[in-house]
Nanobody, 124 residues
Framework: QPQLVESGGGQVQPGGSLRLSCVAS????????IGWFRQAPGKEREGILC???????NAADSVKDRFTISRDNAKNTFYLQMNNLKPEDSANYYC??????????????????WGQGTQVTVSS
């Protein structure tokens, strides 16, 4: 059974950093498209950073130059490094993966497998 499990969320002050991890089990991430999404209360889930199996990246303007995505195929894990966090980054963050490895569209309908979410709160 394919499964994704996130970790690393928490509360941080504005300007701080967090790294989220997403561990996959039941399948190999190597040829999958991977992505990070977030959903704030009362808002739709949005894609913030996605990358194809060949490394092509699609990033939302709101996180460009602050967030990066990476993967470690040996650990079957991928990460979201978040720097210079702002209060508007507060949300529940979800990792996702899709077997159509060339998927570049960073939108929820294009991803089949999802983690359970981890909360990120940015406040002083």
């Amino acid at each position: 059974q394919p499964q994704l499990v996130e970790s690393g969320g928490g509360q941080v002050q504005p300007g701080g950093s967090l790294r989220l991890s997403c561990v996959a089990s039941g399948f190999s991430l190597e040829n999958y498209a991977i992505g990070w999404f977030r959903q704030a209360p009362g808002k739709e889930r949005e894609g913030i950073l996605c990358v194809t199996n060949r490394g092509n990246t699609n990033a939302a303007d709101s996180v460009k130059d602050r967030f990066t995505i990476s993967r470690d195929n040996a650990k079957n894990t991928f990460y979201l490094q978040m720097n210079n966090l702002k209060p508007e980054d507060s949300a529940n963050y979800y990792c996702a993966a899709d077997p159509r490895g060339a998927t570049i569209r960073c939108r929820p309908p294009f991803y089949d497998y999802w983690g359970q979410g981890t909360q990120v709160t940015v406040s002083s």
